[in-house]
C-alpha cells in the first residue's frame, strides 16, 4: 500500500497495479532480466481477475478526490514453477488481499507501522485453468500438461459465479460447447476454492 495520484478517469478511486517477476530460481526456462511475455501476461490475468470481480471497493481508497488516493500493490514472486501459474498467481493474490491492512495515513506521511483498517473487500475472485491436448481437456495442469498442451484457457469467476474474467493460450481452439462445460466447472470448482480463502 502507497499514496499517489488518481488516474485522471478515476479522480475518486484507489489505484490497483500489479506485477509479476517470473526469475530464474522459479524455473531455467525464465531468464533475469525485464518482464516477458509469460510475466506480462500473468500480471494481467491476475490484475483483470481482481478487478474486474470488483473484489477491492476502490472508491473507498480515496483519500482526497483528484489528489491522493491508496495505490495497491500486488507483486507477484513466483518462487517454484511446477504449472498453472494463473491460478495460483490469482489464489495467492486474493489470499493476500484478503490480510491487507491500511497503514496510518495522517499529516500527509504513511505510518507503515500503524495498520489497522482492513482493505474494503467485496469479493473473492477465483480462477480454474483448463489445458486441452488432443481434445482432451484437463484441468489444474502440473508443468508436464503444460508443455504438450494444445491450448489453454483460464476463467475467473466471482462469488457469484458470474465470469469475471477470460485468458485463451496456445495454438489450439475450444468449441462454444467446451467453453460452455468449462465454465460449469469453472463456477464449480470457485465455489469450492472460495470456501478454503
Not at 531455467?28 to 518482464?35: D, E, H, N, S, T
Request: contains cysteine; glycine residues 6%; hydrophobic residues 40%.
Amino acid at each position: 500500500m502507497d499514496v499517489g495520484e488518481p488516474y485522471p478517469d478515476s479522480p475518486n478511486a484507489g489505484v490497483l497495479i500489479t506485477n509479476a517477476e517470473l526469475v530464474p530460481l522459479a524455473s531455467p526456462i525464465f531468464m533475469p532480466g525485464p518482464p516477458d511475455q509469460n510475466a506480462i501476461e500473468l500480471a494481467r490475468v491476475v490484475d483483470r481477475g481482481i478487478r474486474e470481480s470488483k473484489m477491492i471497493d476502490l472508491e473507498k481508497l480515496c483519500i482526497e478526490p483528484k489528489k491522493n488516493v491508496w495505490n495497491v500493490l500486488v507483486d507477484i514472486h513466483v518462487l517454484d514453477y511446477d504449472g498453472n501459474l494463473l491460478d495460483a498467481a490469482l489464489l495467492g493474490a486474493v489470499k493476500a488481499l484478503l490480510n491487507t491492512k491500511i497503514p496510518k495515513y495522517e499529516n500527509e506521511k504513511v505510518c507503515y507501522e500503524e495498520k489497522t483498517i482492513p482493505l474494503p473487500i467485496k469479493d473473492k475472485p477465483v480462477g480454474c485453468t483448463s489445458i486441452n491436448i488432443n481434445g482432451l481437456n484437463i484441468i489444474d495442469p502440473c508443468l508436464e500438461e503444460e508443455k504438450i498442451m494444445n491450448s489453454r484457457l483460464t476463467l475467473v469467476t466471482n462469488k457469484e459465479g458470474n465470469l469475471c474474467a477470460i485468458q485463451k493460450g496456445g495454438i489450439g481452439s475450444y468449441s462454444e460447447e467446451e467453453i460452455d462445460l468449462l465454465l460449469d466447472l469453472a463456477i464449480k470448482k470457485g465455489e469450492e476454492l472460495r470456501k478454503l480463502l
